[in-house]
């Protein structure tokens, strides 16, 4: 089992920027591919950002390339987003996903089998 939590969610003005983190929980972290996801009100679960096993391969996805950055660190089992020149349309709950399954980077929400509960985000405008 791998329990997922989230922080570092919170307000910023449009422009601004915020860090993400993820913790994981279990020792096998470090063989697992780490993702973010975003849902905003009324909308599915999209894909954002996506990291292997090693952190030497990543997925990002084109809404948010060049802005976001995704990260990991398997020394504290965690992993980070940090986000920049954040937009309104980023405005959504940011979720952290782990599969057990893979140790690359998948674009795809089905790929994942944890998930955390959340972190909200809201860019003002």
């Known amino acids: 089992q791998v329990q997922l939590v989230e922080s570092g969610g919170g307000l910023v003005q449009t422009g601004g920027s915020l860090r993400l983190s993820c913790s994981a929980s279990?020792?096998?972290?470090?063989?697992?591919?780490m993702g973010w996801f975003r849902q905003a009100p009324g909308q599915e679960r999209e894909f954002v950002a996506a990291?292997?096993?090693?952190?030497?391969?990543?997925a990002i996805s084109g809404s948010v390339k060049g802005r976001f950055t995704i990260s990991r660190d398997n020394t504290r089992t965690t992993v980070y987003l940090q986000m920049n020149s954040l937009k309104p349309e980023d405005t959504a709950v940011y979720y952290c996903?782990?599969?057990?399954?893979?140790?690359?980077?998948?674009?795809?929400?089905?790929?994942?089998?944890?998930w955390g509960q959340g972190t909200q985000v809201t860019v003002s405008s």
């Open positions: 990291i292997g096993w090693d952190g030497g391969a990543t």
């Open positions: 279990g020792r096998t972290f470090s063989n697992y591919a």
């Open positions: 996903a782990a599969s057990s399954t893979l140790q690359v980077p998948i674009p795809s929400r089905p790929a994942y089998n944890y």
